[in-house]
């Protein structure tokens, strides 16, 4: 165990050093970021305008939801990694993986994990450059539960991200191109997965159908817990459905790779 714990944090420097060399494309991209804030203030402050409350929450409180959901964002969303499982996969560049002793899964996690903590990072630079000026928009609950919860949250999230990512890459072995999976994927995970808007302003129907689905869990769920928008009971509730969702994930992933694996030819890498 202490061995595989070496070898993964040997993967994890190099995956930091890689990411590294684009430091300044995460940064540029998260000052970039900021501008699709204020296209989020001025869409709700006008959809607030006459009101106190959309949806039982204030604008301050939804102005919060949409800051931590775009610094979630940077720290666990899955951007490409589906695309370069897919590169990897048509290039041959995976048979190096066959024959060494190395999960593949576990491989491409902890480069994933490198990369989300380097742009996670850079983000923080310009997310503080524009604090000073959006602090009185925010509201932050006060309960100290939230940031422990919370943060099981997000690891969680980010098994599901990354799985949910490894699943479509996988499908390499059956198809050549996966664009049309992943870009139908995305369109999910936004509407379901409250990226566009949160999910507790839809119908009833819906709120309780995503409940189930692993998309509410991916973003919605630990920037719910954050900004106060779920109490404690139905954090510790959804903690037990993520991890449900990780467990058939990991059991999918699992099922895809051995099959794949029977229809791939090794040539190349």
């Not at 996670?120 to 503080?128: N, Q, S, T």
């Not at 524009?130 to 309960?143: G, K, M, N, R, V």
């Not at 940031?147 to 949910?164: E, K, P």
Request: glycine share 8%.
């Amino acid at each position: 165990m202490l061995t595989a714990f070496h070898k993964y944090r040997h993967v994890f420097i190099v995956g930091l050093q890689g990411n590294l060399v684009y430091r300044w494309n995460f940064a540029i991209r998260g000052f970039f970021s900021l501008f699709h804030l204020i296209v989020v203030f001025i869409l709700w402050g006008a959809a607030f305008a006459g009101k106190t409350t959309i949806g039982g929450f204030d604008l301050a409180q939804t102005m919060t939801y949409f800051v931590v959901l775009l610094m979630m964002q940077f720290f666990i969303g899955a951007f490409n990694e589906d695309y370069q499982i897919s590169e990897e996969i048509r290039n041959g560049l995976i048979n190096q993986f066959l024959l060494k002793p190395i999960n593949y899964f576990l491989y491409r996690f902890t480069i994933y994990g490198a990369a989300r903590f380097v742009s996670g990072l850079l983000f923080l630079i310009p997310l503080a450059v524009a604090y000073p000026f959006i602090d009185q928009h925010l509201s932050f609950p006060p309960e100290l539960w939230r940031l422990g919860v919370g943060l099981v949250a997000m690891v969680l999230s980010a098994l599901i991200q990354f799985s949910i990512a490894f699943c479509f890459g996988l499908l390499t072995f059956w198809f050549l191109e996966i664009q049309g999976f992943v870009i139908l994927s995305f369109a999910i995970e936004s509407l379901l997965g409250g990226q566009m808007f949160p999910l507790d302003l839809m119908p009833e129907w819906v709120f309780r159908l995503a409940q189930y689905l692993p998309f509410y869990y991916q973003m919605y769920f630990p920037v719910a817990i954050f900004t106060g928008r779920i109490d404690q009971a139905l954090a510790v509730q959804g903690l037990g459905m993520q991890a449900i969702w990780v467990v058939l994930l990991l059991a999918f992933n699992h099922f895809l790779w051995t099959r794949g694996l029977r229809r791939h030819t090794a040539v190349g890498g």
